[in-house]
């Protein structure tokens, strides 16, 4: 396999608007990768450090690009992020930056599929595993962080759990997305789009149970698979640590409450999916739910785990949770959420890869779910930096259909 030759770091624009870390990899024989790294808007206390694009930049032209030059070779991904860590010389990529680090892992994964003329998604499976194809979560209405005046409730979000095919799952996440938006239109709501795409109307939560439930049921009809719906509850953002409670619009509830609540909406709705139910640091809340529903549902840890190994080795010994969300630049590189996907699956958790709030047209996430076999995708539904993740799905799914 050939050497780095050169990397090149940039600033582009994200979806938000902001300012985030583009990498060009490229090889002594002409092999390019380029990848760019997505920013969170509800963000974990236990995340990989992302820094001011310019620091990172600078940063990593500083430490961690002379390593890379002349030293390593792209076809061996963990040497490239081990060397990316060994230039930070931190737990969290505090010195050169998550953002500048996952940019680099994956661009340099890229490289590498050039230069063998492998799919990106193949080429990670080689080095890890897996060969099947997740069922994508479609954000559909959206609130908290990602939307002002709208639902306390982050993410309500289409689960077709029966589609036939990845394609036939985006179809129907972006039926549900604009049936929603036809109920609104019908009852004289107006709604503007959130940070994922996904609507965020002047509603309370129960309202928009009651719109979601409606748009899911009528889809899944002109289907003719089962669609359902989860949650992605950001329960970090509502719990206030002053009051230890969870603070609604016009609620407030203990932690006790909270779990019942939860218990309540899965029982009610018939949830698939609830995503962080409870406040970053609560493995005992977490358990407890998880006891409770984790039998008919996915319980979900986001920055309860943060793709952090350590994090979720603590769960699983204390069977908080059965799932855990990836996302490669809430850990700062490829081989680091691949050891996340890992251990989740030894130990019977599902994980779900995941895109960011604030997103680029980078499309690796799609190949990395397929590498590791991950049931779940969250990447929206709509909007051109979430469309580009599930446009590839679909090309992947033709790919490897096609004899």
């Known amino acids: 396999m050939t050497l780095v030759s050169e990397v090149r770091l940039r600033q582009i624009l994200d979806s938000r608007g902001n300012r985030t870390v583009e990498a060009d990899v490229i090889t002594e024989s002409g092999g390019f990768g380029r990848a760019a790294a997505p920013s969170g808007a509800s963000t974990g206390e236990y995340e990989a450090i992302e820094l001011d694009p310019t620091e990172a930049i600078a940063s990593a032209r500083e430490h961690a690009v002379p390593r890379l030059e002349g030293q390593v070779y792209v076809g061996d991904q963990r040497d490239v992020d081990r060397t990316l860590g060994a230039a930070d010389g931190t737990d969290d990529f505090s010195e050169i930056g998550a953002n500048s680090a996952v940019a680099i892992s994956m661009a340099a994964a890229k490289a590498a599929t050039d230069v063998l003329g492998t799919p990106l998604y193949q080429h990670l499976g080689g080095a890890f595993r897996g060969d099947e194809l997740p069922t994508p979560l479609g954000n559909v209405v959206g609130g908290g962080e990602h939307a002002a005046d709208a639902t306390a409730i982050q993410e309500f979000l289409a689960a077709p759990v029966g589609a036939p095919s990845v394609q036939d799952a985006v179809f129907a996440n972006a039926a549900v997305h604009q049936e929603v938006h036809d ?3 019908g009852r004289g709501i107006a709604a503007g789009k959130g940070d994922e795409g996904a609507w965020a109307p002047s509603i309370d939560d ?3 149970f009651e719109l979601v439930d409606a748009a899911v049921e009528t889809v899944a009809e002109e289907f003719g698979f089962e669609i359902r719906f989860g949650l992605d509850m950001a329960g970090a953002e509502l719990y206030d640590a ?3 409670a969870y603070v609604y619009r016009e609620t407030t509830r203990d932690a006790d409450e909270q779990i019942a609540y939860v218990a309540d909406l899965v029982d009610e709705y018939d949830l698939a999916y ?7 640091n609560d493995y005992e809340g977490f358990a407890e739910l998880t006891d409770r529903v984790g039998d008919r549902t996915l319980v979900c840890g986001d920055d309860l785990f943060v793709t952090n190994v350590e994090r979720l080795r603590t769960g699983i010994e204390q069977e908080a949770a059965n799932a855990v969300l990836v996302k490669p630049n809430q850990i700062g590189t490829l081989s680091d959420a691949v050891d996340a996907v890992e251990l989740a699956v030894e130990n019977g958790y599902r994980p779900v890869i995941s ?8 499309t690796t996430i799609a190949h990395l779910a397929a590498a590791t076999a991950a049931p779940y995708i969250k990447t929206g539904a709509v909007g051109g930096e979430r469309t580009a993740k ?3 799905l679909i090309r992947i799914e033709q790919n490897v259909s096609t004899p």
């Open 183 to 185: 109920r609104l239109d």
């Open 206 to 208: 129960d309202e928009a």
């Open 242 to 244: 002053d009051e230890e």
């Open 274 to 280: 609830v995503e962080d139910p409870l406040d970053e």
């Open 355 to 362: 895109h960011r709030s604030g997103e680029t047209e980078d």
């Open 390 to 392: 599930l446009n590839e």
